[in-house]
Every structure is written in structure tokens, then in C-alpha cells.
């Protein structure tokens, strides 16, 4: 599995920026898709995932900012950000978690994208 990143990006503070990321690959039918970020100096975090069943989950300093979809028939999710703040600068990466292997059996496997940059100016 290949996660496809595209999106980010330069943009002033309050503005909007759209992430996508589509599987290439068996991902399943049962699994998780979502966006991480990691700042200089900081770990990664978790900013929003969706689950292929719809289920979102967000952290608390982008609720009401940033809306998280998904398409299950592309195996692609998308990450719109609005009202962006400075201290939402970070390289961003996708993630997916297939939970399931070919035989239906619970076998969860991790796949990451490559990060996207994202910068918010002041």
C-alpha cells in the first residue's frame, strides 16, 4: 500500500488550506484513514482520522476548524483546514490503518505517507 499525498502549503493566518491522500493498495474493507502532523521540535500528533465506517475523531485544538471526509470507493481522505493558525505549521503525513488482512482476520498494519508541509504565517 502507497499512500498519495497532495495539498498544503503556504497560507497567512485565518486562511484555508486542503490535504488529500489516497491508498494505492489493498487497504481493506475495515480501516482507518487520517492526518498526523509533526512540529519542529515536537512528536507526532494526531489531527483528525475517519474510520471506513464514517466515525471521525479530532484533537481538541482543531475542532470546529478542521473537517475531516473520506471516499471509500477511492480509498481517499481529505482534510479541509480553515481558520488556520500559526501554530498549526508542521509537515503533515497521512496515515492509514488496515485492520484487517486478506482472510477477514484482525491484523492491523500502519502505512504513512510522505509529510506535506504546511505553513501558517502570523
Known amino acids: 500500500v502507497q499512500l498519495q499525498a497532495s495539498g498544503g502549503g503556504f497560507v497567512q493566518a485565518g486562511g484555508s488550506l486542503r490535504l488529500s491522500c489516497a491508498a494505492v493498495g489493498y487497504i481493506g474493507y475495515d480501516n482507518v484513514m487520517g492526518w498526523y502532523r509533526q512540529a519542529p521540535g515536537k512528536q507526532r500528533e494526531l489531527v483528525a482520522d475517519i474510520s471506513s465506517g464514517g466515525s471521525s475523531n479530532y484533537a481538541d485544538d482543531v475542532k470546529g476548524r478542521f473537517t475531516i471526509s473520506r471516499d471509500n470507493a477511492q480509498n481517499r481522505v481529505v482534510l479541509q483546514m480553515d481558520s488556520l493558525r500559526p501554530e498549526d505549521t508542521a509537515v503533515y503525513y497521512c496515515?492509514?490503518?488496515?485492520?484487517?488482512?486478506?482472510?477477514?482476520?484482525?491484523?492491523?498494519?500502519?502505512?504513512w505517507g510522505q509529510g506535506t508541509q504546511v505553513t501558517v504565517s502570523s
Open positions: 496515515k492509514a490503518v488496515r485492520l484487517r488482512s486478506l482472510t477477514g482476520t484482525l491484523d492491523p498494519t500502519v502505512y
